[in-house]
């Protein structure tokens, strides 16, 4: 798709760049030809500003790799405007009204650096983060109703996991899967602590999913939480351990957790991708 017979030349730090592009079929230098392009994404039509070299002989195009990547950003900003969504740019800018970086928006937020760089490159957010972005750089905190009085910890996910899988005698936590059932439990365990003891267990955020209540973000979080290294987590408490147990005696077969899931008021009164809020886990009804 590019053709990379180039030449760089830095003209003004790192931000304006020339570039000769040479015709593939060997027509000598192409020409920068600047337009506007309509083009559907995702179902939504959208109008995007294409950079690009062009042949002026034969009629052939190509892009600079930072061209490419300049209009996949203006394709995911064109698209996120239409469905209202923070785009990249206004993240980095509300972010910085905020004297906040990159990584205190993402400890903030409970997620990795590694997203909040991705959102402001040009990644698509889904909803429920595009609510937590939201509310993070809207100067609030994303506080406790999210978390359960707890901060958030990933290593502590893993030994709630470890502790299920104990007691259920099986693995739940699997490679490449998207915690379809292990984030059920998971979210019983939180929900049952703050309700009984006032604080969750791991302080994870949870959305409302069409399959049910999910760890918010898990896509980024899957891979962390296989890798952790659950000595680094505060020990479980005697009834923070009672906790689990009751909940994989009541829910032996994971299918069993899922479908509970499914039965409980407090997931289906939430719009699609919004956060389940722990001051809800009173109503809760499957345990
Ligand atoms: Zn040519």
């Known amino acids: 798709m590019c053709h990379f017979t180039r030449t760089e030349k830095k003209i003004r730090g790192n931000k304006m760049k020339e570039v000769r592009m040479d015709c593939p079929s060997g027509h000598g230098k192409m020409v920068l030809r600047k337009t506007k392009q309509r083009m559907t ?3 939504v039509k959208v ?33 996120r405007k239409a469905v209202n969504l923070l785009t990249g740019d206004e993240i980095v800018e509300k972010r910085k009204r905020l004297g906040l970086t990159q990584e205190g928006l993402a400890k903030r937020m409970n997620v990795g650096i590694a997203s909040i760089k991705r959102w402001e490159g040009g990644t698509l957010q889904s909803k429920s983060m595009d609510h937590a972005l939201r509310i993070a750089l809207g100067g609030r905190s994303a506080g406790d109703s999210c978390t359960g009085n707890r901060e958030f910890s990933i290593p502590r996910i893993k030994l709630v996991l470890k502790e299920f899988e104990s007691v259920l ?28 003891t006032g604080e969750s267990l791991t302080g994870s955020t949870y959305a409302a999913l069409p399959y049910g209540p999910q760890l ?8 962390d939480i296989i890798e952790a290294d659950e000595s680094e987590a505060k020990p479980l408490s005697r009834e923070e351990k009672r906790i689990i147990t009751r909940i ?40």
């Not at 294409?50 to 394709?75: D, H, L, W």
């Open 41 to 43: 994404f995702r179902g």
């Open 248 to 287: 994989a005696m009541k829910f032996p077969e994971e299918r069993m957790a899922y479908e509970a899931a499914h039965k409980e008021k407090i997931w289906k009164k939430q719009p699609k991708g919004a956060i389940i809020p722990y001051t809800d886990s009173a109503e809760l009804t499957g345990l």
């Open 169 to 196: 005698g099986k693995h739940i936590l699997k490679k490449n899967d998207k915690m379809l059932f292990a984030a059920k439990y998971l979210w019983y365990a939180d929900m049952v602590a703050h309700r009984e």
């Open 47 to 79: 109008i995007v500003p294409i950079e690009q070299y062009r042949c002026t002989v034969c009629g052939a195009e190509a892009g600079t790799v930072n061209q490419a990547a300049r209009i996949q950003k203006s394709i995911a900003d064109a698209y």
């Open 216 to 223: 918010n973000n898990y896509k980024d979080l899957i891979q």
